[in-house]
């Protein structure tokens, strides 16, 4: 069978966890070269490791995406690695760690401002960061007779409807309107914006989750489908996005979510 991007070279962010490394490694297995990037370089070239021992091609590099420099220099990287760039996946995102004392979602009145400018800048200024270095990218590749790109975005279904809190939710409002907008500046370029909105989810996004079984429950329960989401589920929904199947479909903020945004529903 073949990969749904056989010779794409793809830019994965986060990828040392959770839904970036289910991405990289959903990705190589579809046949793409993968620049495996995250704040910690341990993680990241232990996710280009498993992508190896599978046959698959990754580098690692540490990357902070809040700084735009350290994103350019990465994109460059991966062009003098790979050759080109075809596709960016801006996943890496952090939310508001616990509080002592604190339970449910944080107050915004109770949410410090440092925290919330460090929400800011990885969630909103590092989906910037990574949209301009790419868009740069694609339109010199464009230049040189290789038109188009794509960028993935993880939002969230908290950047769709009033959930996960005002600090985390605001952020990812930001990106699900970026993916919008930019999508239809970009798309007479052929360069195609999209993004995949998960809502809860069993990483280490937050400490604990990865084997508290209450933790878990309590996501499911949140779904109408009655189960948390799987990093896989997403990284599914950013192949399709990055692959050829959606290469009319542009400008989507699309819910990975069981179920949580569609409404309210019917009790049983």
């Not at 962010?13 to 289910?22: D, E, I, L, M, N």
């Not at 009655?226 to 819910?255: E, K, Q, Y």
């Amino acid at each position: 069978m073949q990969g749904l991007l056989d010779g794409r070279n793809v830019i994965v962010t986060g990828a040392g966890s959770g839904v970036g490394r289910a991405a990289c490694l959903l990705f190589a297995r579809h046949g793409a070269k993968v620049m495996a990037l995250d704040i910690g370089l341990e993680a990241a070239q232990a996710t280009a490791d498993m992508v190896s021992a599978e046959g698959g091609t990754a580098l690692a590099r540490a990357c902070d995406v809040g700084d735009a420099a350290a994103v350019d220099a990465a994109v460059a990287a991966t062009v003098e690695a790979f050759g080109w760039l075809d596709v960016i996946y801006n996943n890496a995102g952090i939310t508001l760690q616990p509080r002592a004392g604190y339970q449910g979602v944080r107050k915004f009145i109770d949410t410090d401002d440092d925290e919330i400018e460090r929400i800011y800048r990885v969630n909103v200024n590092g989906v910037i960061n990574g949209c301009k270095a790419a868009i740069r990218q694609f339109e010199a590749q464009a230049r040189e007779g290789r038109p188009g790109g794509v960028i993935v975005n993880t939002a969230s279904v908290a950047g769709l409807i009033g959930w996960g809190g005002s600090a985390y939710g605001s952020s990812k409002g930001a990106v699900t309107l970026l993916t919008k907008t930019l999508a239809l500046e970009l798309a007479a370029q052929g360069i195609r914006v999209n993004s995949v909105c998960p809502a809860g989810m069993p990483t280490n996004f937050l400490p604990g989750l990865q084997t508290s079984d209450a933790a878990k429950a309590s996501m499911g329960a949140t779904h109408p489908l009655g189960r948390p989401i799987d990093p896989m589920d997403c990284a599914n929904a950013a192949l399709f996005l990055a692959s050829d199947l959606s290469s009319n479909i542009t400008g989507v903020n699309l819910p990975v979510d069981g179920g949580l945004s569609a409404g309210i529903p019917p009790r049983r």
